[in-house]
T-cell receptor
Framework: GAVVSQHPSRVICKSGTSVKIECRSL??????MFWYRQFPKQSLMLMATSNEGSKATYEQGVEKDKFLINHASLTLSTLTVTSAHPEDSSFYIC??????????????FGPGTRLTVT | GQNIDQPTEMTATEGAIVQINCTYQTSGFNGLFWYQQHAGEAPTFLSY??LDGLEEKGRFSSFLSRSKGYSYLLLKELQMKDSASYLC??????????WGAGTKLIIKP
């Protein structure tokens, strides 16, 4: 149980276009999801916390108008990278707190989306 | 500020034992996690400690000392497939995960 999927797994887009990444909790409801970015050989960097039915909470230095997050349902959160530039090329990973809620002992990660902006 | 420290890289031999240390300074503590991440893949959960002591799961064990702000991940009977990065993360008082930079473990035959 507690599976998180992401789509697409890989995407290549041209500079200036927008890309949407979906994160789904397949067999549980996730009131809170997290979006991370990871550059090569670096650790995960939390971008934002996505709460169902409310606005996302962005980490310092993350542009909320560039990285649009929508958590429209208990099983789906989307991250849209608007006006993408080559420096946005990265590995984007979502995660969700498990079925036990905040008391759960782990976050479940999606498989990640590798974005390449040309 | 909040800080997680772990070695950048370690090398060990197949069949041997290796211990990866993690020290932390965070605002509050609600558990410490170890994740394994193979190159190009998302992290996968290994262990969770919230009380002091040793948690054993097969070949992997994790230890926590809250008073010292210290944890280690112990890997026994190393296999080549254990070559990966190992991430230490602490959940703070806001239930946010604070991540270490990861330890790249290289296993040699």
């Amino acid at each position: 149980g507690a599976v998180v999927s992401q789509h697409p797994s890989r995407v290549i887009c041209k500079s200036g276009t927008s890309v949407k990444i979906e994160c789904r909790s397949l067999d549980f409801q996730a009131t809170t999801m997290f979006w991370y970015r990871q550059f090569p050989k670096q650790s995960l960097m939390l971008m934002a916390t996505s709460n169902e039915g409310s606005k996302a909470t962005y980490e310092q230095g993350v542009e909320k108008d560039k990285f649009l997050i929508n958590h429209a349902s208990l099983t789906l959160s989307t991250l849209t990278v608007t006006s993408a530039h080559p420096e946005d090329s990265s590995f984007y990973i979502c995660s969700a707190i498990g079925p036990g809620g905040k008391g759960s002992d782990e976050q479940y990660f999606g498989p990640g989306t590798r974005l390449t902006v040309t | 500020g909040q800080n997680i420290d772990q070695p950048t890289e370690m090398t060990a031999t197949e069949g041997a034992i290796v211990q990866i240390n993690c020290t932390y300074q965070t605002s509050g503590f609600n558990g410490l996690f170890w994740y394994q991440q193979h190159a190009g893949e998302a992290p996968t959960f290994l262990s969770y400690n919230v009380l002091d002591g040793l948690e054993e799961k097969g070949r992997f064990s994790s230890f926590l000392s809250r008073s010292k702000g210290y944890s280690y991940l112990l890997l026994k009977e190393l296999q080549m497939k254990d070559s990966a990065s190992y991430l230490c993360a602490v959940r703070d008082s806001n239930y946010q995960l604070i991540w270490g930079a990861g330890t790249k473990l290289i296993i040699k035959p």
